[in-house]
């Protein structure tokens, strides 16, 4: 572990994972982002005879992976569409001659009859399947390609195959067992819980000028910015720009070799926000990205639990802020029920879409609702979210919610919540008198409340499945089940109380913010050399060292390879190869 990782021992259940896998045993491994998965599947190939084959869905996580792991020296390969035919021979001549420790493929190539046969021919030390959730129909990224993959255990009989993923709630970690055909692979679950990450959710009213005030709490540092469509992702990032931000914009749509070249910006330098669709971000290894924003609500809580995980890789204080409205509720519904899925697919999806909007309405601890829905149940408040921060105010909200029920019975459950607001208002528009509706018994009974706070009632009766949006209707609003005991008043009811935008209070002290004057010098002197570095290879510079890295040579100050050994992430290949680099940085730095 310390001679190839640098690291000077194992986080939680590695080294049990690593030990039943090298014993031939299979695993399905949960582990959040930034908890070591790779380390689990990585270590048993070295230590296993023959290659370790990676299952990994995309041509970038594989580049990265790769460049890592030459960096520690080990000897990696990819195989993917990216390479040309003299690449793609090379690495199939190294696979056949031994001399490969971890191969990475895409699924799709994996299962085809000539790679197949490949394998047949040379030793294999594991497979492992990364990202597994991409296997499962219930999963937020389904890839039908993984289905193929079950056969692997039958075609190599005794070669122990581990599943992993950072994101898989109770129903999809079956799927992941059953489809992979694992039945008795031992299950390792890991807490879903990133302590280091501080979560805000906020109402959605100026989503820029929100994001802006976001964005000035986290000057200089890197960070992504998620938006719903490939129009608001461009008109962001040139608003941003506009301001003075360095944001690049990243969707499926740009030409491929722009969506690279902002790709490897973001991945390589500092101080980028990348604005982009959930086109980007699977796998991403950036350990820095100090924040992940939201401007549109995603499709569910395990997406939002799996972006919200880029943030904060290396374990240092980072932020999240998602806004939504009422439109983001309207508008994920309808995209499920417009969707072609299967009945029972759009179900669960829709349950998965709940789940979201329960965190985002609740008064409770925002980290709890996430991790219940997970099957976790910390013993207390976490004190690490907007709502722990600063307490949520509710009040009851019965009457409210009876009289905007009403509103919607006598309007014919027709109309949609601008409608339905004027009625209570009492606002005489042509439509409400052309309907006939300023002659209701609800017309004007509720001025006790403004525009905005019945906007946030119809939200939060919405939320709460007590109220339904019929999308094939133009988004009019109408009664459920759970309306009856709310109009007989035999049930009450408790809305939370909007506010205004939280002011983060998020612990935003990095080990590097508490360098003193001196230490930070030397710091900056490792920074410029290992970016001098990192463009000499065309890497990105967190493949070379972690900041964590050079913060504690910048502490320790080693003076011999023999004293670097000791550092964190200086393993015996980085020291032989930049060893000689850093103590001359180091000693540069601490000559000022």
Same mark, same amino acid.
């Given at each position: 572990?310390?001679?190839?990782?640098?690291?000077?021992?194992?986080?939680?259940?590695?080294?049990?994972?690593?030990?039943?896998?090298?014993?031939?045993?299979?695993?399905?491994?949960?582990?959040?982002?930034?908890?070591?998965?790779?380390?689990?599947?990585?270590?048993?190939?070295?230590?296993?005879?023959?290659?370790?084959?990676?299952?990994?869905?995309?041509?970038?996580?594989?580049?990265?992976?790769?460049?890592?792991?030459?960096?520690?020296?080990?000897?990696?390969?990819?195989?993917?569409?990216?390479?040309?035919?003299?690449?793609?021979?090379?690495?199939?001549?190294?696979?056949?001659?031994?001399?490969?420790?971890?191969?990475?493929?895409?699924?799709?190539?994996?299962?085809?009859?000539?790679?197949?046969?490949?394998?047949?021919?040379?030793?294999?030390?594991?497979?492992?399947?990364?990202?597994?959730? %991409?296997?499962?129909?219930?999963?937020?990224?389904?890839?039908?390609?993984?289905?193929?993959?079950? !056969?692997?255990?039958?075609?190599?009989?005794?070669?122990?195959?581990?599943?992993?993923?950072?994101?898989?709630?109770?129903?999809?970690?079956? #799927?992941?067992?059953?489809?992979?055909?694992?039945?008795?692979?031992?299950?390792?679950?890991?807490?879903?819980?990133?302590?280091?990450?501080? $979560?805000?959710?906020?109402?959605?009213?100026?989503?820029?000028?929100?994001?802006?005030?976001?964005?000035?709490?986290?000057?200089?540092?890197?960070?992504?910015?998620?938006?719903?469509?490939?129009?608001?992702?461009?008109?962001?990032?040139?608003?941003?720009?506009?301001?003075?931000?360095?944001?690049?914009? $990243?969707?499926?749509?740009?030409?491929?070799?722009?969506?690279?070249?902002?790709?490897?910006?973001?991945?390589?330098?500092?101080?980028?926000?990348?604005?982009?669709?959930?086109?980007?971000?699977?796998?991403?290894?950036?350990?820095?990205?100090?924040?992940?924003?939201?401007?549109?609500?995603?499709?569910?809580?395990?997406?939002?639990?799996?972006?919200?995980?880029?943030?904060?890789?290396?374990?240092?204080? !980072?932020?999240?802020?998602?806004?939504?409205?009422?439109? #983001?509720?309207?508008?994920?519904?309808?995209?499920?029920?417009?969707?072609?899925?299967?009945?029972?697919?759009?179900?669960?999806?829709?349950?998965?879409?709940?789940?979201?909007?329960?965190?985002?309405?609740?008064?409770? %601890?925002?980290?709890?609702?996430?991790?219940?829905?997970?099957?976790?149940?910390?013993?207390?408040? %976490?004190?690490? %979210?907007?709502?722990?921060?600063?307490?949520?105010?509710?009040?009851?909200?019965?009457?409210?919610?009876?009289?905007?029920?009403?509103?919607?019975?006598?309007?014919?459950?027709?109309?949609?919540?601008?409608?339905?607001?004027?009625?209570?208002?009492?606002?005489?528009?042509?439509?409400?008198?052309?309907?006939?509706? #300023?002659?209701?018994?609800?017309?004007?009974?509720?001025?006790?409340?403004?525009?905005?706070?019945?906007?946030?009632?119809?939200?939060?009766?919405?939320?709460?499945?007590?109220?339904?949006?019929?999308?094939?209707?133009?988004?009019?609003?109408?009664?459920?089940?759970?309306?009856?005991?709310?109009?007989?008043?035999?049930?009450?009811?408790?809305?939370?109380?909007?506010?205004?935008?939280?002011?983060?209070?998020?612990?935003?002290?990095?080990?590097?913010?508490?360098?003193?004057?001196?230490?930070?010098?030397?710091?900056?002197?490792?920074?410029?050399?290992?970016?001098?570095?990192?463009?000499?290879?065309?890497?990105?510079?967190?493949?070379?060292?972690?900041?964590?890295?050079?913060? !504690?040579?910048?502490?320790?100050?080693?003076?011999?390879?023999?004293?670097?050994?000791?550092?964190?992430?200086?393993?015996?290949?980085?020291?032989?190869? $930049?060893?000689?680099?850093?103590?001359?940085?180091?000693?540069?730095?601490?000559?000022?």
């Amino acid at each position: 572990m310390h001679v190839v990782f640098g690291h000077g021992g194992f986080r939680g259940q590695q080294a049990e994972i690593v030990s039943h896998v090298i014993a031939g045993g299979d695993a399905i491994v949960l582990m959040p982002t930034g908890g070591g998965k790779s380390v689990c599947y990585q270590l048993p190939a070295l230590a296993r005879p023959g290659v370790g084959i990676v299952v990994s869905p995309l041509i970038a996580l594989m580049r990265n992976q790769v460049e890592a792991l030459r960096q520690l020296g080990v000897r990696a390969a990819a195989l993917n569409s990216s390479l040309d035919a003299a690449e793609r021979s090379r690495v199939r001549a190294d696979l056949r001659g031994g001399r490969l420790d971890l191969l990475y493929v895409a699924p799709e190539r994996l299962v085809s009859p000539d790679f197949l046969a490949l394998l047949d021919e040379v030793p294999i030390a594991l497979f492992a399947i990364d990202e597994a959730h %991409c296997i499962s129909q219930w999963g937020h990224d389904f890839r039908p390609e993984y289905m193929q993959l079950a !056969a692997l255990g039958t075609r190599f009989p005794g070669v122990p195959r581990i599943a992993l993923t950072a994101t898989a709630d109770p129903q999809t970690r079956e #799927d992941i067992r059953r489809r992979l055909d694992l039945g008795v692979a031992r299950l390792f679950l890991a807490s879903f819980d990133r302590p280091n990450i501080f $979560y805000n959710i906020a109402l959605k009213s100026e989503p820029k000028k929100q994001l802006l005030a976001f964005l000035k709490t986290h000057p200089g540092e890197s960070g992504i910015v998620y938006c719903l469509s490939r129009a608001t992702v461009e008109e962001t990032a040139a608003w941003l720009r506009a301001q003075g931000i360095n944001a690049l914009a $990243y969707h499926a749509g740009l030409d491929a070799g722009m969506r690279n070249r902002h790709q490897d910006a973001f991945l390589a330098e500092d101080g980028i926000v990348l604005v982009a669709t959930i086109a980007f971000g699977m796998g991403i290894d950036k350990p820095d990205v100090r924040f992940v924003a939201h401007v549109d609500l995603p499709s569910s809580l395990e997406a939002f639990y799996q972006e919200t995980g880029r943030a904060g890789r290396d374990g240092q204080p !980072a932020e999240t802020l998602l806004l939504y409205g009422l439109h #983001d509720v309207t508008l994920r519904g309808r995209m499920i029920d417009q969707g072609d899925a299967p009945d029972e697919v759009k179900r669960v999806e829709r349950s998965k879409l709940d789940a979201l909007l329960g965190v985002c309405e609740t008064a409770a %601890c925002r980290r709890r609702a996430i991790l219940a829905h997970f099957g976790e149940t910390p013993p207390v408040a %976490c004190g690490h %979210c907007d709502n722990c921060a600063t307490a949520v105010e509710t009040w009851d909200g019965t009457v409210a919610a009876r009289k905007a029920l009403s509103a919607m019975l006598r309007t014919g459950q027709r109309f949609g919540v601008g409608h339905l607001t004027d009625v209570l208002l009492g606002v005489a528009t042509e439509k409400i008198v052309r309907f006939g509706h #300023d002659k209701l018994p609800t017309f004007g009974v509720g001025t006790e409340l403004d525009r905005k706070a019945w906007a946030s009632v119809f939200r939060q009766l919405v939320v709460g499945g007590i109220v339904a949006v019929d999308h094939a209707a133009f988004g009019a609003l109408c009664t459920t089940p759970l309306s009856g005991p709310i109009l007989r008043g035999t049930e009450t009811l408790r809305f939370r109380r909007d506010r205004p935008n939280p002011k983060s209070t998020a612990l935003k002290t990095t080990d590097r913010a508490a360098l003193d004057p001196a230490t930070e010098t030397i710091f900056e002197a490792l920074r410029a050399r290992r970016k001098h570095l990192a463009l000499e290879q065309g890497v990105p510079a967190y493949v070379i060292f972690h900041d964590s890295t050079l913060v !504690a040579l910048a502490r320790s100050r080693p003076r011999s390879r023999a004293e670097l050994e000791a550092i964190p992430g200086m393993g015996r290949s980085k020291i032989e190869r $930049y060893g000689d680099e850093v103590l001359a940085a180091l000693a540069q730095g601490t000559a000022k």
